[in-house]
Each structure stands twice: as structure tokens, then as C-alpha cells.
T-cell receptor, first 115, second 113 residues
Framework: GEDVEQSLFLSVREGDSSVINCTYTDSSSTYLYWYKQEPGAGLQLLTYIFSNMDMKQDQRLTVLLNKKDKHLSLRIADTQTGDSAIYFCAESIMNYGGSQGNLIFGKGTKLSVKP | ETGVTQSPTHLIKTRGQQVTLRCSSQSGHNTVSWYQQALGQGPQFIFQYYREEENGRGNFPPRFSGLQFPNYSSELNVNALELDDSALYLC????????????FGSGTRLTVV
């Protein structure tokens, strides 16, 4: 079945890089996403990567995808206190017609940034 | 461009009651999905609506039902509420054929007592 696993906690110092890891099981996943959730808020889409890509960079965010090991990571450079939040990895399988299907989420990684 | 709006933001209901949650999708989006997020967990897919019809369903019982309206807004109805239904309910909209993820609302926090 489909499953997404993440470590639950990560603590870093302000200015350091953060690396949040995720593994997924569905080999037919076509889209992989990273969402951010701040306390009391909904989910904010940070970035996404297609399963035919290895890497994607977007300002301070770098996503790496290892399809062989079904491993996805999100690196946040120069982590700030405002980056403290829960980060969710999610996978989606392409529907008939080419659009994304429903999202399957991990339990989330709580990132704490210490000043 | 307006985002996804949900109402109400908080709700307290008694076990056995029925509840209706509402969602307005982002402008230009024609597909609406609902997710349940229990405390400390990731969101779980409930169902998705496209063209006013259910277009996919997760592992939730029939007492969870929904509607989509011609303006693409949506409702989630839950009958015979149970204590375990206490959660944050998230609505997400997207454009059919789109591949750039979903836009989520801020959610409705439902507490069942």
C-alpha cells in the first residue's frame, strides 16, 4: 500500500542548513510535494518535484529525489526562526487525464530553529 | 486572486449530532478535495469532487458525505458524530488537469464532546 514516512523532529540553529527527509513506497508516484504548516494554519505549498527529476532548487529550498531508494529530501539553506513549523512530505499519483490525484501525506517533521 | 476560504473556523458539537462544513475554492479552480487532520498526524484524504460529482474517496465511512456546487464551492457533511471525528478539516482546491499541487484553506477545527 501507499505510505509516506518522515522523522518527527528536527532542531537546528539559526543560520544553519536544515535537511528534512522522507521515504515513500508507491513506485508509481508521479508528483512529490513539500508543504509547510504553521500553528493553527492550513498547509502552504513550498515546492514540488516530478518523479522524472533528480533535483529542484527554488531560492533557499533544494529538493533531492532518489527514485531508486524512494527517498526525498528538503534542504533549507540559512534557516531562520520564521522557518519553525511542521513540514509535510506528500506524494500523488497521476490520474487518468494527466492531473494529480489525491495527496498521501507523511506525519510531518516539526522543525525548531534556535536563535 | 482569492485563496481557499473555509467556514466556520471552529466548531463544537455533541456526539451523535450532524455537522456541515463549507469551502469556497480558489478562483479558477474546479476541483475540491477534503482532508481530515487529527492532532499530531498528517492529513488524510476523505474525498474529491469535480463537476459536482464525487471523483475519488479515501477510507472514510458513508456518514462522511459531500456536495460541490456549480460555482465550485463545496460542503462536507458528517452524520452521527463520534469523538474520533474531532480534527482539523482541510479543504483544498485545484484545477483539473493541473499538476502544480493543491491550494489549502486554513481549516475548520471540529471538536466533538
Amino acid at each position: 500500500g501507499e505510505d509516506v514516512e518522515q522523522s518527527l523532529f528536527l532542531s537546528v540553529r539559526e543560520g544553519d542548513s536544515s535537511v528534512i527527509n522522507c521515504t515513500y513506497t508507491d513506485s508509481s508516484s508521479t508528483y512529490l510535494y513539500w508543504y509547510k504548516q504553521e500553528p493553527g494554519a492550513g498547509l502552504q505549498l513550498l515546492t514540488y518535484i516530478f518523479s522524472n527529476m533528480d533535483m529542484k532548487q527554488d531560492q533557499r529550498l533544494t529538493v533531492l529525489l532518489n527514485k531508486k531508494d524512494k527517498h526525498l529530501s528538503l534542504r533549507i539553506a540559512d534557516t531562520q526562526t520564521g522557518d519553525s513549523a511542521i513540514y509535510f512530505c506528500a506524494e500523488s499519483i497521476m490520474n487518468y487525464g494527466g492531473s494529480q490525484g489525491n495527496l498521501i501525506f507523511g506525519k510531518g517533521t516539526k522543525l525548531s530553529v534556535k536563535p | 486572486e482569492t485563496g481557499v476560504t473555509q467556514s466556520p473556523t471552529h466548531l463544537i458539537k455533541t456526539r451523535g449530532q450532524q455537522v456541515t462544513l463549507r469551502c469556497s475554492s480558489q478562483s479558477g479552480h474546479n476541483t475540491v478535495s477534503w482532508y481530515q487532520q487529527a492532532l499530531g498526524q498528517g492529513p488524510q484524504f476523505i474525498f474529491q469532487y469535480y463537476r459536482e460529482e464525487e471523483n475519488g474517496r479515501g477510507n472514510f465511512p458513508p456518514r462522511f458525505s459531500g456536495l460541490q456546487f456549480p460555482n465550485y464551492s463545496s460542503e462536507l457533511n458528517v452524520n452521527a458524530l463520534e469523538l474520533d471525528d474531532s480534527a482539523l478539516y482541510l479543504c483544498a482546491s485545484s484545477r483539473r488537469g493541473g499538476i502544480y499541487g493543491y491550494t489549502f484553506g486554513s481549516g475548520t477545527r471540529l471538536t466533538v464532546v
